[in-house]
């Protein structure tokens, strides 16, 4: 089970931090820092590896079933956090300009964002142990099977968004280091 919010406070309290670093950034060198460079450059970087490890830490937990390697539900919120917070630095570095395919892989980057926000809503209303395994009996059958259909059919909107997103971000990747780092 998910108890609590501490995963969202944690990303709040990141949250801050990261723009506070930001605006001190644009205040003292009086620009926006552009995405080919350094800091802009860094946020990318750091932000796409928290979002690939959103994409598959968890999955892989969840596949092993073996409790050895941490509850279900710490792994949870780990995806969570990092879910938040690496969109959260991509944001920054895309320098506010959202043309072309980096555009198209910010919207989808905002869109799994959103679509992850729901599913926590949906998740949460079905009972769990730690482990993430559902407990039968606690709520009324008629309203865990609904609850349980929503959850199915939010993994078959959710996962296809996100192949699309890191496909598109593999490429925007390749081509904006092809084009502008490696030809400069
Ligand atoms: C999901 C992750 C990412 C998103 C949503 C994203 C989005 C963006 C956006 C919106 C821009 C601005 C495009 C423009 O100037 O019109 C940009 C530029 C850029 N991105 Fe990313 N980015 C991501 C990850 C990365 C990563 C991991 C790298 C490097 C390894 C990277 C390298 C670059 C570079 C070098 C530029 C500058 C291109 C130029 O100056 O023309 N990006 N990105
Ligand atoms: C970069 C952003 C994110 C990516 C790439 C991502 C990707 C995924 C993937 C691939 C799954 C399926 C796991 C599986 O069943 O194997 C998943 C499940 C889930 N994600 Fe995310 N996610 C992101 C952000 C978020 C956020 C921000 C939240 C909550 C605020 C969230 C909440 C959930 C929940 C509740 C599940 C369902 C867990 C389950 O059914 O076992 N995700 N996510």
Do not use: C
């Not at 949250?15 to 860094?42: C, D, K, Q, W």
């Not at 956090?81 to 198209?104: D, E, Q, R, Y």
Request: aromatic share 14%; hydrophobic share 50%; net charge positive.
């Amino acid at each position: 089970m998910l108890r609590g919010n501490k995963e969202l406070w944690w990303a709040l309290g990141v949250g801050i931090l990261i723009t506070a670093v930001y605006g001190a950034v644009v205040f003292f060198t009086r620009e926006i820092p552009a995405a080919g460079e350094l800091f802009g450059h860094g946020l990318g970087i750091i932000g796409f590896i928290m979002m690939l490890m959103t994409e598959v830490l968890y999955s892989m937990r969840k596949r092993t079933r073996n409790a050895r390697w941490g509850r279900m539900s710490s792994w949870l919120q780990f995806h969570i956090f990092t879910g938040l917070i690496g969109p959260f630095m991509v944001l920054f570095h895309s320098s506010w300009k959202f043309n072309g395919l980096a555009g198209a892989v910010t919207l989808l980057t905002i869109i799994i964002v959103f679509s992850g926000v729901v599913g926590r809503y949906i998740y949460t209303r079905i009972p769990r142990t730690t482990d993430g395994l559902e407990i039968e009996g606690s709520v009324s059958e008629a309203s865990l099977r609904q609850a349980r259909q929503l959850m199915a059919l939010w993994h078959t909107v959710h996962i296809p968004i996100g192949m699309a997103l890191f496909i598109s971000a593999f490429i925007h990747i390749g081509a904006a280091l092809y084009y502008s780092t490696f030809l400069k």
